[in-house]
């Protein structure tokens, strides 16, 4: 298995700023992605985090509006741009550890924009 | 067609009962079926996973997949207070992403 911490676990935020959420694992894995999770849907995937190079989105979300960065295999930060009310969701980082088990997940980060 | 659909909570089973939680899936070549539990307020965790037809079992849980019919299912035996939850059903698509399904919000009641 794998632990993962992100942070914050929570913000209220005024819209048109920017938050950076972080997911911290504590071994190395290959795969991490982030999710979202609108209130009272499921989740969707917002895009791979790839490390030493781009992460890859999913259709509907883009670069500018959550950039990612993944610098090493333990560590990504996922960050909301120029937020907006409708951005309000909790975003989950996840990790595969290997593909007979399948994506642990983070405790997530619930976000509010007003 | 959504790619993923499970059967439209809530469902309400007493204690001790059996909950039958059921999805179909629209991608054909999807090999690996996940089903997580995500209690309010917290993030999802695995909880049965199930790579060929037939049954899986693990302890109260039993996963049925039915690749021909684009089926899997989830049935908790001795149903408890503490499965009350919402469960969601998470094939693997081609590209080897989980598409997760709406969920199902189980309440057992005692």
């Known amino acids: 298995s794998a632990v993962i911490s992100q942070k914050p676990s929570r913000d209220i935020c005024q819209r048109g700023t920017s938050l950076t959420i972080q997911c911290q694992v504590d071994?190395?894995?290959?795969?991490m992605f982030w999710y979202r999770q609108q209130p009272g849907q499921s989740l969707t995937l917002i895009a791979t985090a790839n490390q030493g190079s781009e992460a890859t989105y999913e259709s509907g979300f883009v670069i500018d509006k959550f950039p990612i960065s993944r610098p090493n295999l333990t560590f990504s930060t996922l960050t909301v741009s120029n937020m907006s009310p409708e951005d309000s969701s909790i975003y989950l980082c996840s990790v595969e550890v290997d593909r007979e088990i399948r994506a642990f997940f983070g405790q997530g980060t619930r976000l509010t924009v007003v | 067609q959504k790619e993923v659909e499970q059967n439209s909570g809530p469902l309400s089973v007493p204690e001790g009962a059996i909950a039958s939680l059921n999805c179909t899936y629209s991608d054909r070549v999807s090999q690996s079926f996940f089903w997580y539990r995500q209690y309010s307020g917290k993030s999802p965790e695995l909880i049965m996973s199930?790579?060929?037809?037939g049954d899986k079992e693990d302890g109260r849980f039993t996963a049925q997949l039915n690749k021909a019919s684009q089926y899997v299912s989830l049935l908790i035996r001795d149903s408890q207070p503490s499965d009350s939850a919402t469960y969601l059903c998470?094939?693997?698509?081609?590209?080897?992403?989980?598409?997760f399904g709406q969920g199902t919000e189980l309440s057992v009641k005692p």
């Open positions: 071994s190395q894995v290959t795969m």
């Open positions: 199930i790579y060929s037809n």
């Open positions: 998470a094939p693997a698509n081609q590209g080897g992403k989980l598409i």
